[in-house]
């Protein structure tokens, strides 16, 4: 199953605050079936969720550094909001 709207990048919008968070609600979110999951952080020009493309990629890049070293399977695509 995919979800394809999840707010799963940690300190990026109004998302997880950590990388700790994150592991566990993509944890979660596998336990429950789902195996593929779309980071659509929010991109509001000119606001607190106004997260650049290349710090989105190097935290999805970090956690799924995360995910490998605790054994956990999950694709993580990029995207926004």
Same mark, same amino acid.
């Given at each position: %199953? $995919?979800?394809?709207? !999840?707010?799963?990048?940690?300190?990026?919008?109004?998302?997880? &605050? +950590? $990388? &700790?968070?994150?592991?566990? %609600? $993509? &944890?979660? !979110?596998?336990? !429950?079936? $789902?195996?593929?999951?779309?980071?659509? !952080?929010?991109?509001?020009?000119?606001?607190?969720?106004?997260?650049?493309?290349? +710090?989105?990629?190097? &935290?999805?890049?970090?956690?799924?550094?995360?995910?490998?070293?605790?054994?956990?399977?999950?694709?993580?695509?990029?995207? +926004?909001?």
């Amino acid at each position: %199953m $995919i979800d394809m709207h !999840a707010h799963i990048i940690y300190g990026v919008d109004d998302g997880p &605050k +950590t $990388i &700790k968070e994150s592991y566990e %609600m $993509i &944890k979660r !979110a596998s336990q !429950a079936g $789902i195996t593929d999951i779309v980071c659509t !952080a929010h991109y509001i020009s000119n606001s607190s969720f106004s997260s650049e493309v290349a +710090t989105n990629r190097e &935290k999805r890049a970090a956690l799924v550094e995360k995910l490998h070293e605790f054994g956990l399977q999950m694709n993580l695509y990029g995207g +926004t909001e």
